[in-house]
Protein backbone atom coordinates (compact mmCIF):
# COMPACT_ATOMS: atom_id res chain seq x y z
CA UNK A 1 0.00 0.00 0.00
CA UNK A 2 1.89 3.39 -1.04
CA UNK A 3 0.60 6.17 1.46
CA UNK A 4 2.65 9.69 0.79
CA UNK A 5 4.94 10.72 -1.36
CA UNK A 6 8.15 13.67 -0.36
CA UNK A 7 8.57 16.01 -2.33
CA UNK A 8 5.61 16.54 -4.09
CA UNK A 9 7.05 18.61 -6.56
CA UNK A 10 10.18 18.95 -8.66
CA UNK A 11 12.00 20.77 -11.69
CA UNK A 12 11.54 19.50 -15.24
CA UNK A 13 14.93 19.25 -15.87
CA UNK A 14 16.29 17.39 -13.19
CA UNK A 15 15.94 13.71 -11.87
CA UNK A 16 15.51 14.15 -8.10
CA UNK A 17 14.62 11.03 -6.04
CA UNK A 18 10.83 11.07 -4.78
CA UNK A 19 10.01 8.83 -1.27
CA UNK A 20 7.12 6.86 -1.33
CA UNK A 21 6.30 5.88 2.08
CA UNK A 22 5.17 2.32 1.20
CA UNK A 23 3.28 -0.21 3.43
CA UNK A 24 5.08 -3.62 2.11
CA UNK A 25 3.00 -5.90 4.20
CA UNK A 26 5.87 -8.17 5.48
CA UNK A 27 3.48 -9.51 8.29
CA UNK A 28 1.61 -11.51 5.85
CA UNK A 29 4.20 -11.19 2.60
CA UNK A 30 7.17 -14.11 2.33
CA UNK A 31 10.05 -10.95 2.55
CA UNK A 32 12.37 -13.09 0.51
CA UNK A 33 9.89 -13.71 -2.15
CA UNK A 34 8.25 -10.71 -2.28
CA UNK A 35 11.46 -8.84 -3.04
CA UNK A 36 13.10 -11.09 -5.20
CA UNK A 37 10.40 -10.66 -7.72
CA UNK A 38 9.09 -7.17 -7.27
CA UNK A 39 9.29 -4.84 -9.64
CA UNK A 40 8.42 -1.74 -8.65
CA UNK A 41 8.35 1.71 -10.83
CA UNK A 42 6.93 5.28 -10.90
CA UNK A 43 4.83 6.40 -13.60
CA UNK A 44 4.30 10.19 -14.20
CA UNK A 45 1.09 11.11 -16.84
CA UNK A 46 0.25 14.03 -17.63
CA UNK A 47 -3.83 14.79 -16.62
CA UNK A 48 -4.48 14.12 -20.06
CA UNK A 49 -2.92 11.12 -20.65
CA UNK A 50 -1.04 12.15 -23.90
CA UNK A 51 2.66 11.99 -22.04
CA UNK A 52 3.41 9.11 -19.77
CA UNK A 53 7.31 8.63 -18.80
CA UNK A 54 8.77 5.40 -16.45
CA UNK A 55 11.18 5.21 -13.68
CA UNK A 56 12.60 2.64 -12.33
CA UNK A 57 12.27 2.13 -8.49
CA UNK A 58 13.73 0.47 -5.45
CA UNK A 59 12.76 -0.59 -1.79
CA UNK A 60 15.13 1.42 0.61
CA UNK A 61 14.52 2.12 4.76
CA UNK A 62 14.26 5.97 5.23
CA UNK A 63 15.67 7.59 7.15
CA UNK A 64 18.54 5.06 6.55
CA UNK A 65 18.79 2.27 8.75
CA UNK A 66 21.21 -0.55 8.15
CA UNK A 67 19.69 -3.86 8.07
CA UNK A 68 16.14 -2.29 8.68
CA UNK A 69 13.23 -3.44 6.59
CA UNK A 70 12.28 -1.32 3.95
CA UNK A 71 9.83 1.65 4.38
CA UNK A 72 9.65 3.60 1.16
CA UNK A 73 10.35 3.08 -2.27
CA UNK A 74 12.64 5.51 -3.77
CA UNK A 75 12.10 6.61 -7.49
CA UNK A 76 13.44 9.68 -9.75
CA UNK A 77 12.07 11.88 -11.38
CA UNK A 78 11.71 12.24 -15.00
CA UNK A 79 13.13 14.95 -17.50
CA UNK A 80 9.84 16.79 -17.62
CA UNK A 81 8.22 17.86 -21.50
CA UNK A 82 6.96 21.08 -20.32
CA UNK A 83 6.51 23.03 -23.74
CA UNK A 84 7.21 26.23 -22.66
CA UNK A 85 4.86 26.21 -19.76
CA UNK A 86 6.04 27.32 -16.64
CA UNK A 87 4.54 24.34 -14.40
CA UNK A 88 2.16 21.32 -15.04
CA UNK A 89 0.58 18.91 -12.30
CA UNK A 90 0.74 15.39 -13.63
CA UNK A 91 -0.23 12.26 -11.62
CA UNK A 92 2.18 9.76 -10.43
CA UNK A 93 1.30 5.83 -9.48
CA UNK A 94 3.54 3.12 -8.77
CA UNK A 95 3.93 -0.43 -9.14
CA UNK A 96 5.42 -3.32 -7.39
CA UNK A 97 5.17 -5.68 -10.14
CA UNK A 98 5.19 -3.86 -12.95
CA UNK A 99 1.72 -3.98 -14.44
CA UNK A 100 -0.89 -2.90 -11.63
CA UNK A 101 -0.36 0.71 -10.92
CA UNK A 102 -1.39 2.34 -7.08
CA UNK A 103 -1.11 5.50 -6.26
CA UNK A 104 -2.82 8.69 -8.46
CA UNK A 105 -1.20 11.17 -6.07
CA UNK A 106 -0.73 14.94 -7.66
CA UNK A 107 2.90 15.97 -8.49
CA UNK A 108 4.22 18.84 -9.97
CA UNK A 109 6.76 19.63 -12.44
CA UNK A 110 7.93 23.31 -12.25
CA UNK A 111 10.12 25.45 -14.56
CA UNK A 112 13.69 24.11 -15.57
CA UNK A 113 15.95 25.02 -12.96
CA UNK A 114 19.16 26.75 -15.16
CA UNK A 115 21.24 29.48 -15.28
CA UNK A 116 21.14 31.71 -18.65
CA UNK A 117 23.37 35.08 -18.08
CA UNK A 118 25.87 36.04 -15.63
CA UNK A 119 27.43 39.23 -15.41
CA UNK A 120 30.00 39.83 -15.21
CA UNK A 121 31.75 37.04 -16.83
CA UNK A 122 35.30 36.78 -15.18
CA UNK A 123 37.02 37.85 -12.08
CA UNK A 124 40.32 37.45 -10.26
CA UNK A 125 41.70 33.95 -8.95
CA UNK A 126 41.15 35.65 -5.27
CA UNK A 127 37.48 35.67 -5.61
CA UNK A 128 35.13 38.85 -4.47
CA UNK A 129 33.82 39.50 -7.77
CA UNK A 130 29.97 40.17 -7.18
CA UNK A 131 28.21 38.55 -9.86
CA UNK A 132 23.90 38.76 -11.24
CA UNK A 133 22.91 35.82 -12.83
CA UNK A 134 20.01 35.15 -14.27
CA UNK A 135 18.01 31.83 -14.74
CA UNK A 136 14.99 29.98 -14.11
CA UNK A 137 13.50 27.63 -11.41
CA UNK A 138 15.59 29.05 -8.75
CA UNK A 139 12.44 29.44 -6.33
CA UNK A 140 11.26 26.07 -6.76
CA UNK A 141 10.22 24.58 -3.42
CA UNK A 142 12.99 22.62 -2.67
CA UNK A 143 15.97 23.73 -1.62
CA UNK A 144 18.63 25.00 -4.27
CA UNK A 145 22.08 25.31 -4.02
CA UNK A 146 24.41 27.39 -6.40
CA UNK A 147 28.12 25.10 -7.49
CA UNK A 148 30.88 27.22 -8.35
CA UNK A 149 33.16 25.20 -10.36
CA UNK A 150 34.07 22.61 -7.05
CA UNK A 151 32.78 24.41 -4.08
CA UNK A 152 29.17 24.26 -3.42
CA UNK A 153 27.73 27.77 -1.91
CA UNK A 154 25.43 28.71 0.66
CA UNK A 155 21.67 27.73 0.56
CA UNK A 156 19.99 30.07 -1.86
CA UNK A 157 18.08 32.81 0.03
CA UNK A 158 15.01 33.01 -2.07
CA UNK A 159 14.05 35.82 -0.30
CA UNK A 160 16.86 37.67 -2.13
CA UNK A 161 15.47 36.49 -5.85
CA UNK A 162 14.34 39.66 -8.13
CA UNK A 163 12.60 39.25 -10.86
CA UNK A 164 13.52 40.28 -14.25
CA UNK A 165 11.71 40.91 -17.38
CA UNK A 166 13.03 38.84 -20.52
CA UNK A 167 12.29 42.14 -22.35
CA UNK A 168 15.22 43.78 -20.25
CA UNK A 169 17.52 40.61 -19.60
CA UNK A 170 20.11 41.31 -23.04
CA UNK A 171 20.42 45.69 -21.70
CA UNK A 172 20.66 44.01 -18.30
CA UNK A 173 23.00 41.40 -18.88
CA UNK A 174 25.20 42.71 -21.88
CA UNK A 175 27.21 44.85 -19.65
CA UNK A 176 30.47 45.55 -21.20
CA UNK A 177 30.72 43.39 -24.31
CA UNK A 178 28.84 43.32 -27.38
CA UNK A 179 26.27 40.43 -27.83
CA UNK A 180 28.31 39.60 -31.45
CA UNK A 181 31.83 39.03 -29.33
CA UNK A 182 30.42 36.30 -26.89
CA UNK A 183 30.13 32.93 -27.11
CA UNK A 184 26.74 31.34 -27.88
CA UNK A 185 27.38 29.40 -24.65
CA UNK A 186 27.04 33.27 -22.99
CA UNK A 187 23.88 34.10 -25.31
CA UNK A 188 21.43 31.54 -24.40
CA UNK A 189 18.36 32.48 -25.61
CA UNK A 190 15.80 34.62 -23.86
CA UNK A 191 11.96 35.07 -23.74
CA UNK A 192 10.92 38.37 -23.74
CA UNK A 193 7.75 37.74 -22.50
CA UNK A 194 9.13 35.29 -19.94
CA UNK A 195 10.10 36.85 -15.83
CA UNK A 196 13.59 35.33 -14.46
CA UNK A 197 15.41 35.22 -11.33
CA UNK A 198 17.84 36.95 -10.65
CA UNK A 199 20.62 36.83 -7.82
CA UNK A 200 23.61 38.24 -6.92
CA UNK A 201 26.18 36.06 -5.82
CA UNK A 202 29.83 36.67 -4.50
CA UNK A 203 32.41 34.73 -6.41
CA UNK A 204 34.44 32.43 -4.40
CA UNK A 205 38.24 32.31 -4.16
CA UNK A 206 39.55 29.54 -6.89
CA UNK A 207 41.46 26.84 -5.39
CA UNK A 208 45.76 27.70 -4.93
CA UNK A 209 44.83 30.95 -6.41
CA UNK A 210 48.54 31.97 -6.20
CA UNK A 211 49.89 29.27 -8.64
CA UNK A 212 47.32 29.36 -11.67
CA UNK A 213 46.71 32.00 -13.88
CA UNK A 214 43.21 30.79 -13.72
CA UNK A 215 41.10 29.55 -16.04
CA UNK A 216 37.34 29.23 -16.95
CA UNK A 217 34.90 27.19 -14.49
CA UNK A 218 31.16 26.12 -15.15
CA UNK A 219 28.25 27.30 -12.80
CA UNK A 220 25.68 24.78 -11.67
CA UNK A 221 22.42 24.66 -9.91
CA UNK A 222 20.83 21.94 -8.00
CA UNK A 223 18.42 20.63 -5.49
CA UNK A 224 18.29 18.62 -2.52
CA UNK A 225 18.69 14.70 -3.54
CA UNK A 226 16.96 13.76 -0.46
CA UNK A 227 14.17 15.43 1.45
CA UNK A 228 15.60 16.44 5.21
CA UNK A 229 14.56 13.76 7.49
CA UNK A 230 14.60 13.36 11.44
CA UNK A 231 18.02 11.64 10.70
CA UNK A 232 19.86 15.07 10.45
CA UNK A 233 22.24 12.72 8.80
CA UNK A 234 25.22 15.39 6.70
CA UNK A 235 25.97 12.27 4.63
CA UNK A 236 22.12 13.06 3.11
CA UNK A 237 22.81 16.48 2.43
CA UNK A 238 23.65 15.97 -1.29
CA UNK A 239 22.39 18.22 -4.23
CA UNK A 240 21.63 17.08 -7.68
CA UNK A 241 23.11 19.70 -9.85
CA UNK A 242 22.27 20.40 -13.70
CA UNK A 243 24.56 21.83 -15.96
CA UNK A 244 23.85 25.16 -17.25
CA UNK A 245 26.14 26.24 -19.50
CA UNK A 246 27.22 29.17 -17.97
CA UNK A 247 31.19 29.88 -17.72
CA UNK A 248 33.05 32.20 -15.41
CA UNK A 249 36.87 32.77 -16.31
CA UNK A 250 39.40 33.33 -13.42
CA UNK A 251 41.99 35.73 -14.46
CA UNK A 252 45.47 36.53 -12.86
CA UNK A 253 45.39 40.16 -11.35
CA UNK A 254 47.83 42.29 -13.77
CA UNK A 255 50.93 44.39 -12.05
CA UNK A 256 51.23 47.81 -13.23
CA UNK A 257 55.05 49.29 -13.11
CA UNK A 258 54.93 52.44 -15.11
CA UNK A 259 52.41 54.73 -16.50
CA UNK A 260 53.36 57.75 -19.21
CA UNK A 261 52.90 60.78 -19.06
CA UNK A 262 51.20 61.54 -15.86
CA UNK A 263 49.13 64.61 -16.96
CA UNK A 264 47.09 65.80 -19.50
CA UNK A 265 45.23 68.61 -21.10
CA UNK A 266 41.50 68.97 -19.44
CA UNK A 267 39.80 68.44 -22.65
CA UNK A 268 40.79 64.45 -22.56
CA UNK A 269 42.32 62.85 -25.45
CA UNK A 270 45.63 61.57 -24.23
CA UNK A 271 46.74 58.47 -24.52
CA UNK A 272 48.10 56.90 -21.22
CA UNK A 273 50.41 54.02 -21.68
CA UNK A 274 50.16 51.68 -18.44
CA UNK A 275 53.41 48.72 -18.78
CA UNK A 276 53.39 46.08 -16.79
CA UNK A 277 52.64 42.17 -16.26
CA UNK A 278 49.77 39.65 -16.95
CA UNK A 279 47.18 42.14 -18.87
CA UNK A 280 44.98 39.89 -20.65
CA UNK A 281 42.14 40.06 -23.34
CA UNK A 282 39.63 37.45 -23.89
CA UNK A 283 36.62 39.11 -24.79
CA UNK A 284 34.47 35.94 -25.06
CA UNK A 285 34.67 35.81 -21.46
CA UNK A 286 34.51 39.45 -20.74
CA UNK A 287 38.58 40.06 -20.04
CA UNK A 288 38.82 43.64 -21.50
CA UNK A 289 41.14 45.69 -19.73
CA UNK A 290 39.96 49.39 -18.58
CA UNK A 291 41.61 52.15 -16.47
CA UNK A 292 39.42 54.30 -13.93
CA UNK A 293 40.64 57.75 -13.71
CA UNK A 294 39.73 59.66 -10.53
CA UNK A 295 36.03 57.73 -10.64
CA UNK A 296 35.64 57.70 -14.16
CA UNK A 297 36.23 54.27 -16.43
CA UNK A 298 37.30 54.35 -19.63
CA UNK A 299 37.88 50.82 -22.31
CA UNK A 300 41.67 50.47 -22.46
CA UNK A 301 43.61 49.23 -25.71
CA UNK A 302 44.80 46.17 -25.27
CA UNK A 303 48.04 46.25 -26.95
CA UNK A 304 50.16 43.15 -25.36
CA UNK A 305 50.48 41.31 -21.91
CA UNK A 306 52.26 44.21 -20.69
CA UNK A 307 51.38 47.40 -22.67
CA UNK A 308 47.41 49.23 -22.27
CA UNK A 309 46.72 51.79 -23.64
CA UNK A 310 44.09 54.15 -21.98
CA UNK A 311 42.60 57.46 -23.71
CA UNK A 312 42.25 60.09 -20.83
CA UNK A 313 38.14 61.30 -20.65
CA UNK A 314 37.48 64.62 -20.22
CA UNK A 315 38.51 66.12 -16.59
CA UNK A 316 36.35 68.25 -14.12
CA UNK A 317 39.20 70.06 -12.12
CA UNK A 318 42.45 71.31 -13.10
CA UNK A 319 46.14 70.32 -11.22
CA UNK A 320 43.56 67.71 -9.29
CA UNK A 321 45.92 64.97 -8.55
CA UNK A 322 43.81 61.40 -9.39
CA UNK A 323 44.55 58.05 -8.98
CA UNK A 324 44.64 55.69 -11.77
CA UNK A 325 43.54 51.97 -11.40
CA UNK A 326 42.91 49.05 -14.12
CA UNK A 327 40.66 46.27 -14.52
CA UNK A 328 40.61 42.97 -16.35
CA UNK A 329 36.41 43.17 -16.51
CA UNK A 330 35.33 46.34 -15.51
CA UNK A 331 34.31 45.94 -12.07
CA UNK A 332 37.37 44.57 -9.66
CA UNK A 333 39.50 47.52 -10.05
CA UNK A 334 43.37 47.68 -8.26
CA UNK A 335 45.25 50.42 -7.10
CA UNK A 336 48.33 51.01 -9.07
CA UNK A 337 49.86 53.96 -6.92
CA UNK A 338 50.17 55.86 -10.39
CA UNK A 339 48.56 59.23 -10.17
CA UNK A 340 47.55 61.72 -13.14
CA UNK A 341 46.63 65.19 -13.36
CA UNK A 342 44.89 67.80 -15.65
CA UNK A 343 46.09 71.39 -16.71
CA UNK A 344 44.72 73.87 -18.88
CA UNK A 345 46.21 73.77 -22.32
CA UNK A 346 48.07 76.43 -23.09
CA UNK A 347 47.08 78.65 -26.33
CA UNK A 348 49.39 80.10 -28.67
CA UNK A 349 47.86 83.63 -30.13
CA UNK A 350 50.66 85.22 -31.99
CA UNK A 351 54.70 83.56 -33.49
CA UNK A 352 56.79 86.23 -35.23
CA UNK A 353 58.57 86.08 -37.18
CA UNK A 354 56.62 83.43 -39.01
CA UNK A 355 60.11 82.11 -41.14
CA UNK A 356 63.90 82.31 -41.23
CA UNK A 357 66.84 81.06 -43.20
CA UNK A 358 66.99 76.60 -43.65
CA UNK A 359 70.48 77.62 -41.54
CA UNK A 360 68.57 77.80 -38.62
CA UNK A 361 69.48 80.54 -35.57
CA UNK A 362 66.47 82.77 -35.95
CA UNK A 363 64.81 83.87 -32.33
CA UNK A 364 61.12 83.15 -32.64
CA UNK A 365 58.91 84.81 -29.75
CA UNK A 366 55.51 83.20 -29.17
CA UNK A 367 52.90 85.05 -27.58
Given at each position: ?FH ?7 S ?9 K????L ?8 FE ?13 T???Y?D ?10 G ?10 P ?9 E ?15 G ?5 S??I????L ?23 E????K???V??E?L ?10 A ?7 G ?7 K?I ?15 L??P ?22 P ?11 YS ?12 Q????NI????G ?7 I ?5 DF ?6 G ?9 K???A ?7 I ?27 TG ?12 D ?8 T ?8
Amino acid sequence: VFHTIKPFSASANTQSPIMIKTDFNLGVNNKDVFFEFAKFKCRFSSLDKTEMIYTDGEPISYPFQVGADPTHVKCSTPIWPLNGREKESVKLDITANGYDYYGGFDFLFSDRIEIYRLSPLSGPNEGGTTVKLLGSGLKATEDVKVKWGVVDMELLDKEKLANYLGASADQEFEGIISKESLKPIHQRKIDSQKTYDSLKLKAPQLSHWTKTNGGPIYIEVGTRDIPPSESNNVDLDKYSYTTSFAEFYYYKQPVVKNIHPHGGPIEGGTEIVIEGSDFEFLPEYGVVPHCQIGDKIVKANYESTVRIICISPPGDNVDAKLPIKVSLNGEDFIETGKFFHYYKNSAIKDMKPTSGPNTGGTSIKIT
